[in-house]
């Protein structure tokens, strides 16, 4: 009886080579050898799974085998797991505002201007550079270039983002965003008056056909999207917005927003700038189950300085 680097799994073996062995159960149910290794290695993702099987590092009776390959009782399995590959990252004391930390999981009050994690044209100075500076250990699930990041703001966008610390938290929290079961209330200041004081805007998003770089409202291939939100406070020529996004696609709120034909101030690729110097749009509250032990937690952070001066000029 071995046990797995990640983790305990009954019935492996694991050789000093790191190579798992495991003869499958009598009693096991036929079915798609990742999906087999995804619930007998629970510390790993169907996505690194994919990669190792892709990779030729997984065999079925000493044969490389591929994905959808019919795994069934008496059958050998191998799997040959590589060291883990040095981070390319590097830490950087860039200043956080932790709003809350445990072994689980990291709460962060995110500046606008903050990059969440490095990307081309952002090779450093992101938040997860500042994460690493802090020392926290943080999940591999999202791969070595966005290390405990379950989701992401834009990057002018301010306020709470959940940062995940063990790979198990990282997979609980990200299937609580998968089933749309994470409350999330974010706060804009939008172009114009808007008439209804509550609505709901359904309206699927996908890539620009055009311009890569944007999201558009695609009613033939978008994915669908759906936003509410609700009127706080109208002005002379803006609009105070509690939004609450039930998808989270990308730049969803601002491409809904200017479909409406409200959109967010500041926001120069989805409408017009306005003298301000980036969209006015702000992370207010999370809540989510924890995944240690299923409570319910809440979060808020409270509106930037810069968009309090907003409202005060408007």
Known sequence: MGSDPAGSVPGLILAPTRRIRQVVPADAAPQRLDLYLTALLPRSSR????????????????????????????QELSVEIPPAAPSPLKPEPIPLKILHEDSHLIVVDKPAGLVVHPAPGHPGGTLVNALLAHGSRLSSVAGPFKPGIVHRLDKDTSGILLVAKEDEAHRHLARQFADRTIRRTYLALVQGLVQQDEGTIEAPIGRHPVNRQRMTVRYGGGREALTRYRVLRRFRKGTLLELHPQTGRTHQLRVHLAHLGHPILGDLRYGVGGGFPRQALHAHRLGFRHPADLRWVEFSSPFPEDLEGLLKDL
């Open 47 to 74: 996505s690194q799974i994919q990669k190792l099987i892709s990779r030729g590092n997984v065999r079925v009776d000493r044969r490389i085998a591929k994905a959808s390959h019919r795994v069934s009782a008496g």
